[in-house]
């Protein structure tokens, strides 16, 4: 069975950093697209957005417009561990972050907890206030 389990949640100051983890079992990093996935306050039910994801190569990476230049995806593959960085965190940032393996492709809205093609961990929160 896959399972994702997010860590490094934290409440933080605007302007500050944290470094969130995802951390999958049963899982093979090598042919697995991975991605976070953010729901933030006023989001209701499958309601997200798609802030990073990167290949199973590792080579390919992509990031929202709204943290282009302060978010980092990356993955350690001997630790079957997924990170994302986080730099100059703005209270716009503040939600529930969620780690997902999708072998479906992406959706950029919506986060569809019932499917067969996306596992998803559990969620971690992230507090950034002004």
């Known amino acids: 069975e896959v399972q994702l389990v997010e860590s490094g949640g934290d409440s933080v100051q605007a302007g500050g950093s944290l470094k969130v983890s995802c951390k999958a079992s049963g899982l093979n990093f090598d042919v697995a697209d991975m991605g976070w996935y953010r729901q933030t306050p006023g989001m209701e039910g499958d309601e997200c957005e798609l802030?990073?994801?990167?290949?199973?190569?590792?080579?390919?990476?992509y990031y929202v417009a709204s943290v282009k230049g302060r978010f980092t995806i990356s993955q350690d593959k001997a630790k079957n561990t997924m990170y994302l960085q986080m730099n100059s965190l703005k209270p716009e940032d503040t939600a529930v972050y969620y780690c997902a393996a999708a072998s479906g492709g992406w959706s950029w809205y919506v986060c569809d907890w019932n499917s067969t093609t996306t596992v998803w961990g559990q969620g971690t929160q992230v507090t950034v206030s002004s």
């Open positions: 802030v990073s994801t990167i290949s199973s190569e590792g080579s390919t990476t």
